[in-house]
């Protein structure tokens, strides 16, 4: 029983760990879209 117990815990963390690196994912690739459009926006005005 302290075994199943034990192996629910563990696949809780894990799969709790890739929605978190999922969201920094996008979180990371958010910021390198706004960087790209303020770019492209300063480099039409010149």
Do not use: E, P, R
Request: proline content about 0%.
């Amino acid at each position: 029983m302290k075994k199943v117990l034990l192996a629910s815990i563990v696949t809780a963390v894990v799969l709790s760990g890739c929605n978190t690196f999922s969201g920094i994912g996008k979180d990371v690739s958010s910021a390198g879209n706004a960087v790209t459009n303020t770019a492209t926006k300063t480099q039409s005005k010149l």
